[in-house]
């Protein structure tokens, strides 16, 4: 049961390069999760998608854009990295937006901008 | 001041002590109590879920709620080495309709052999 797979596990862009982190889970949760982690700041909210079809904003958005290709896949892209991105980024997912299940995370992506 | 408050340790134990791990809380609104483990260059994994005060006993772990103290703990008996790892806990409204778990900092926990 692989649960929450993210890709890549790490990469390393210059100021200015794109990419795409992309997520899947097989649990066939409705609900999926961008998060970052950084020293001292705990995990923060970057987009949300409560159900296929939807997405929204998290606590810190700016800088990234997400895609729900499907109901398994939820993909976060950067469009001109910066190095305040630099991060660790953790996919999640979670059965219904709204009940009180609780979120399962994927294993991360390290991300360096330079 | 932070909606969740954990110190960050590190917190160093002796094999088979009882490790205490805390949270402090400003909303009285959280309803969905969370403990999380993260091993080193790993996703947090689910531990203990909890809704509202009481406690819960998962094997070796107990996960305590004081909604009138905003005060949550995380016990963990005869504590060994594979502990070793950072804890967070995570908590949540019950306003149907949210997303929002917050998280706290997290923290790091080493038991010495």
């Known amino acids: 049961n692989a649960g929450v797979t993210q890709t890549p596990k790490f990469q390393v862009l210059k100021t200015g390069q794109s990419m795409t982190l992309q997520c899947a889970q097989d649990?066939?949760?409705?609900?999926m999760y961008w998060y970052r982690q950084d020293p001292g700041m705990g995990l923060r909210l970057i987009y949300y998608?409560?159900?296929?079809?939807?997405?929204d904003k998290g606590e810190v958005p700016n800088g990234y854009n997400v895609s729900r290709l499907n109901k398994r896949e939820f993909s976060l892209r950067l469009e001109s990295a910066a190095p305040s991105q630099t991060s660790v980024y953790f996919c999640?997912?979670?059965?219904?937006?709204?009940?009180?299940?609780?979120?399962?995370f994927g294993n991360g992506t390290r991300l360096t901008v330079t | 001041q932070k909606e969740v408050e954990q110190d960050p340790g590190p917190l160093s134990v002796p094999e088979g002590a009882i490790v205490s791990l805390n949270c402090t809380y400003s909303?009285?609104?959280?309803?969905?109590f969370m403990w999380y483990r993260q091993y080193s260059r790993k996703g947090p994994e689910l531990l203990m879920y909890?809704?509202?005060?009481g406690n819960k006993e998962d094997g070796r772990f107990t996960a305590q709620v004081d909604k009138s103290s905003k005060y949550i703990s995380l016990f963990i008996r005869d504590s060994q080495p594979s502990d070793s790892a950072t804890y967070l806990c995570?908590?949540?409204?019950?306003?149907?309709?949210?997303?929002?778990?917050?998280f706290g900092t997290g923290t790091r926990l080493k038991v010495l052999a």
């Open positions: 999640a997912s979670k059965r219904a937006p709204i009940d009180n299940s609780p979120l399962h």
């Open positions: 649990m066939n949760h409705n609900s």
């Open positions: 998608s409560a159900s296929e079809g939807t997405t």
């Open positions: 909303n009285s609104a959280f309803q969905y």
């Open positions: 909890t809704y509202s005060s």
């Open positions: 995570a908590m949540s409204p019950s306003t149907s309709g949210t997303y929002k778990y917050i």
